[in-house]
């Protein structure tokens, strides 16, 4: 997979693998709904008080919760641009993989989908730092290993995301 900008400052993923479709597929998926555990993390309750908890739970968690819903709604959208290679190429294999173009004003949106999603995904595996920083290839023949794969892989998405916001545009791939 390819990351660039294009002439409008848009980033640009190219090259993207079938497997990779899949892991972009997935952001826009609810959090809540996948990772039921781990999505406690992203609306914590704000103490013990009974009447604190209910009062963020009517006013300001339900407000986040809508929050992130739009924000995943604008990512969803971008997704159903991403082109996928229906050609293939001489050699009987499909061409050179999926693209996707993000709109630079979407790019909190993004930011925001991928980085719930990762927390989430964190939490619901009980990921530690010494498993986010640990420089080897994960176990892809089970369900952590794998998700410590998307975890990684959309940090990635989204430091490329960072850069665009930073005017640092990008030429990196995956």
């Not at 995943?72 to 159903?80: F, K, T």
Request: net charge negative.
């Amino acid at each position: 997979m390819i990351f660039e900008t294009n002439d409008h400052g848009n980033p640009v993923f190219t090259g993207i693998h079938p497997l990779l479709v899949e892991l972009l597929r997935a952001v826009a998926l609810d959090p809540w709904e996948r990772c039921p555990e781990g999505s406690e993390r992203l609306l914590p309750s704000p103490g013990e008080d009974e009447d604190l908890r209910l009062d963020w739970e009517d006013h300001v968690q339900s407000e986040l919760r809508r929050h992130f819903d739009s924000e995943r709604a604008v990512v969803a959208g971008d997704l159903e641009r991403m082109t996928t290679p229906v050609a293939l190429n001489e050699k009987g294999g499909e061409e050179d993989g999926a693209s996707l173009e993000i709109p630079l004003a979407h790019a909190d949106a993004w930011l925001t989908t991928l980085n719930a999603l990762r927390l989430a995904l964190v939490g619901e595996h009980g990921f530690t730092e010494a498993d986010l920083s640990h420089e080897s290839l994960p176990d892809l023949s089970d369900a952590r290993g794998i998700a410590l794969m998307q975890v990684n892989f959309y940090a990635f998405i989204q430091e490329c995301l960072v850069r665009c916001l930073d005017g640092e545009g990008g030429e990196g791939g995956a």
